[in-house]
């Protein structure tokens, strides 16, 4: 297992995860007068053949066991108010998407028919995106509604499913994707950053260099996109990398220690950024943007992994 860079600082009061285990003490506890709540991070913790989603304050404090059902539960997202968490999970067979609340109860299944994953609240909260396949190699993207139940295409059917990754901006009206419309054109195996209209038009590449660009996240407020890039020149080991959403002072912020699988997400105050990352140690980051420290949200045993962070708005 590689270690993680010498700049990473290790929590002070290490928790290991395999220790959370549901009971009254770890569910929420109300608020005494003083405390301020902290804008959790939710994310997935691996052992072996079962994956729960835990809930934990940004320091590793307070976790909560969010699901212990036995089964593969993955790819959390926050709902825009921060009150519910959408959620893929294989507890009723194939893969589909459930919405619980923010404490782990409630629990509702959203979809029904083929495979689905990748859970993306639309920016007003009341549709979830997701990911779905046919279990035959085909990938596109769907929208649920909550008030009609109507689930509607969003994108075509492709073979290609690593590429299928819109983000939608805070306001709802853009859309950042990887796109390969310029190794098509150079066939030089790269991958650009573009942004779009929701309706498609007034597509603009914002970036333009011969390396793979992927995974973009808009920051909370709109201004800046998160992505991975390869332009350190080592295929398939990325360095994190943020640039204003017009594609400009795009500037480097980890070494590349991450790969094409790595999910990152936003602060609440666009301060920092949670990462997982694989070749490190399978571990979170905490990375501040400002003094590019990296905290490590807790400590993982062998073999377990805790990936996919979602922060709390």
């Known amino acids: 297992v590689k270690s993680p860079n010498p ?40 052992r072996g053949d079962k994956s729960d989603i835990i809930s934990a304050c940004p320091d590793g404090s307070d976790l909560q066991n969010l699901t212990d059902s036995g089964y593969f539960n993955s790819t959390p997202a926050w709902s825009p108010d921060g009150d519910r968490i959408a959620f893929s999970s294989n507890r009723e067979g194939d893969n589909q998407i459930f919405v619980m609340n923010a404490d782990g109860s409630g629990v509702t299944r959203i979809t029904s028919d083929y495979q689905n994953d990748f859970p993306v609240w639309l920016p007003e909260g009341d549709q979830v995106a997701f990911r779905t396949t046919d279990g035959k190699g085909l990938w596109w993207w769907r929208i649920v509604s909550f008030e009609t139940s109507q689930v509607t295409q969003f994108s075509q059917p492709t073979y290609d499913f690593f590429f299928q990754t819109p983000a939608w901006s805070p306001d709802g009206q853009r859309i950042a994707y990887m796109s390969l419309e310029e190794q098509k054109q150079r066939n030089d195996g790269s991958s650009q950053i573009h942004v779009q209209n929701i309706d498609g038009s007034e597509d603009v590449a914002l970036t333009h260099d011969t390396w793979a660009n992927i995974n973009p996240v808009w920051s909370p407020d709109g201004k800046k996109i998160a992505f991975l890039s390869e332009r350190d020149g080592t295929y398939n080991k990325f360095a994190l990398y943020v640039m204003t959403a017009d594609g400009k002072n795009i500037e480097k912020l980890t070494d590349p220690d991450f790969s094409e699988i790595c999910h990152l997400s936003w602060s609440p105050d666009g301060t920092s950024i949670a990462i997982d990352s694989d070749l490190l140690d399978g571990n979170i980051y905490i990375i501040n943007l400002d003094s590019g420290q990296q905290v490590e949200l807790l400590p993982v045993r062998e073999g377990e992994r805790a990936f996919f962070p979602s922060w709390q708005p």
Do not use: M, Y
Not at 11 to 28: G, H, Q, V, Y
Not at 31 to 36: E, K, L
């Open 7 to 46: 700049g990473v600082v290790a929590p002070s009061s290490p928790e290991s995860l395999a220790t959370i285990e549901p009971s009254e003490e770890n569910l929420p506890q109300p608020n005494t007068p003083g405390d301020v709540p902290c804008k959790r991070i939710v994310f997935v913790l691996a």
